[in-house]
């Protein structure tokens, strides 16, 4: 009977983590955390840069930053597959194989749903999940919605700040902010999360629901729109006719709804995490802020999910007329 | 002194306003509580669809979690916004 001993290891990963942990604290000495300011309109970081007809002026916003970077994130995977593709390689190796698992499990799930409309609806539910995905991930990257520019005309009185100058962008400076607690006011992030700017969210809500009509009317022809007017027994049967048609225009409602809705969860959901590690992080500035962003690590991947999920549920609904529902 | 009492008076009522639309909270851990319920308990009859009920358990939650993020919005709303 032989017993096996394990011998204590003592492996390097775990330095690393306490060097990192332990530079964090040194870092929490030398820039304090400051009570956290929270603003729900994202902040622009310039002046008007050009003015359009109809839509107004255009302003660069730190949430717009934020989605630059998850597009070109999103178009560096693209190109990358691509070249894979193009080069005839048998077996992806790396990001390349991730994106071909993703893209395959979010493929299945579409046809396991949808049946013969996936190569229509695949698509739209793809591109939200990896957008939304990308979009909520940004969060990890150290230095969103931490460093920033320090804005004087934000706050009533910034002589009580002081601040050491990182670096400069023309006549700009780049500070890392310390004194008063109001001093957090002043601070523009130059990157924050584009989740939690509502014009983000409920701009990808209309496309995700008009998209659903155009898929629904490809699907039916115009027999779709019967779903909003339904006027078929609506002579036959003067009583239910009626009440059917009273039901046609509160599906027309829903739909509006649904933008409420798809925008208000994800919007609610990223925005409470951010406030939660600004809580946090400012609590407790060392080690701490890593489980809080394990979780947000999830509430990301599932926010992204849920939404695509929807998306496709409401098309494939969709694309199965009224009548032949109610045949089932 | 006037305007110290309406100010303490709007915080007030800003605080209060914010603790009580975060009641609604409640609704959504019921809610999901209730979906884990049920996911558990089919996973326990039948174990081999484990993957597809944890699916559909994940955007239950998702579901049910939404109205109270609803009332959280609300009470974010009113403290930051207001």
New interface residues.
Partial sequence: MSETTTRWRWGTNRWIVLFFIILSAIFAGIFPPLRPHVQLPAEYLTGTLFTLPFIGEFRLSNTIVALLIADAILIGMAILVGRAVRKGEQTFTGVTAAVEAIVEGLYNLTESTAGKWAKTIFPWMATIVLLVLVVNWTEMIPGVDSIGLFDKHHIEHPEACTFDTLARLGSTEVVAVGGESECAAGVVPFVRVASTDLNFTIGLAIVSVVATQFVGLRALGPSYLTKFFNTRTLFKKPMFGAIDFLVGILEAILEAVKVLSFSFRLFGNIFAGSILLFVVGSLVPVFAQSAVLLLEFFVGIIQAIVFGMLTLIFMSLATIGHAEAEAH | MEGNIVEAATIFGKLVGAGLAAVGVLGGGIGVGLSALGAVQAMGRNPDVAGTIQTNM??G??FA??TS??A??VA??I???F
């Fill in positions: 994940i955007l939650f998702a979690e939404a993020i609803y959280l919005v974010l709303l403290l930051f916004v």
